[in-house]
């Protein structure tokens, strides 16, 4: 990163090509990059599944019961949750494996190739191909649900990700989580704090305050209705719905 820096002034422009494009000499993004590489692609999403397996879930701690389930839809064709660019599906499969009696339907949401290379997902999970960098095509589902999406993002990106999610929710209805860390403005610990360079320095993304979130949230049409956390060393759940 040192070579990367000295070239732009020792400053981090959002959104330009960054450290990693300039260590591999390409202008791709971490993910078409990796794309590119099935068996590299593997190793991710394998990395991805596996690196929260001793973490609390987003539902362990948040009051899905009250929140999510008790106002939601009982028509069987409503969607109840979208978990979008969610890999191989272990967050909504795990979700159905809480809560096997919850209505409606439930959907992952990923690049082709990711759902084409999907091997075993509970039957109830249904696989859509999805960029979120285009419109999102299920209206009015209860709860759109991302997990480590947008520290991979700067700024502009995000709020074109939240847009197009916006415009799919439904005012009174629809929720928008999202499990991220979320930086604490002093004493932060030592594993976020790294991962927050690490965003910079491999997607041109970064770790976010609260401030930061919300800030990125109302430009999009959102406001946060709360910040759950279960501490400052592990991720915590945003919970957000459309401004009236």
């Given at each position: 990163?040192?070579?990367?820096?000295?070239?732009?002034?020792?400053?981090?422009?959002?959104?330009?090509?960054?450290?990693?494009?300039?260590?591999?000499?390409?202008?791709?993004n971490?993910?078409?990059?990796?794309?590119?590489d099935?068996?590299?692609?593997?190793?991710?999403?394998?990395f991805?599944?596996g690196?929260?397996?001793?973490?609390?879930q987003w539902?362990?701690?948040?009051?899905?019961?009250?929140?999510?389930?008790?106002?939601?839809?009982?028509?069987?064709?409503?969607?109840?949750l979208?978990?979008?660019a969610g890999?191989?599906?272990?967050?909504?499969?795990?979700?159905?494996?809480?809560?096997?009696?919850?209505?409606?339907?439930?959907?992952?949401?990923?690049?082709?190739?990711?759902?084409?290379?999907?091997?075993?997902l509970d039957?109830?999970?249904?696989?859509?191909?999805?960029?979120f960098?285009s419109?999102?095509?299920?209206?009015g589902a209860?709860?759109?649900?991302f997990?480590?999406?947008?520290?991979?993002w700067?700024?502009?990106?995000?709020?074109?990700i939240?847009?197009?999610?916006?415009?799919?929710?439904?005012?009174?209805?629809?929720?928008?989580?999202?499990s991220?860390?979320?930086?604490p403005?002093?004493?932060?610990?030592?594993?976020?704090?790294l991962?927050?360079?690490?965003?910079?320095?491999?997607?041109?993304?970064?770790?976010?305050?609260?401030?930061q979130?919300t800030?990125?949230?109302?430009?999009?049409?959102?406001?946060?209705?709360?910040?759950?956390s279960?501490?400052?060393?592990?991720?915590?759940?945003?919970?957000?719905?459309?401004k009236s």
């Amino acid at each position: 990163m040192p070579f990367y820096f000295e070239k732009t002034g020792f400053k981090h422009v959002d959104g330009a090509p960054g450290p990693f494009q300039d260590a591999h000499k390409t202008q791709d993004n971490m993910f078409p990059w990796l794309i590119k590489d099935p068996p590299m692609m593997g190793n991710f999403n394998a990395f991805m599944s596996g690196q929260r397996a001793d973490r609390k879930q987003w539902f362990d701690f948040f009051d899905v019961d009250d929140i999510l389930l008790r106002s939601a839809s009982t028509d069987p064709d409503a969607t109840l949750l979208i978990d979008i660019a969610g890999g191989e599906g272990h967050d909504v499969a795990a979700f159905h494996n809480r809560y096997p009696g919850a209505p409606g339907r439930l959907v992952l949401q990923d690049l082709p190739p990711v759902i084409d290379s999907i091997q075993e997902l509970d039957a109830k999970v249904e696989r859509q191909k999805y960029d979120f960098f285009s419109p999102q095509p299920i209206k009015g589902a209860r709860c759109y649900y991302f997990r480590s999406i947008f520290h991979d993002w700067p700024d502009a990106d995000c709020i074109k990700i939240l847009k197009n999610t916006a415009a799919a929710m439904s005012p009174g209805y629809s929720k928008l989580l999202m499990s991220e860390f979320v930086l604490p403005t002093t004493n932060c610990p030592l594993y976020p704090a790294l991962l927050d360079i690490n965003m910079m320095a491999v997607l041109n993304g970064m770790e976010r305050t609260e401030a930061q979130f919300t800030k990125l949230l109302d430009v999009a049409g959102l406001k946060v209705v709360k910040f759950w956390s279960v501490g400052a060393e592990t991720e915590g759940l945003i919970e957000a719905v459309l401004k009236s």
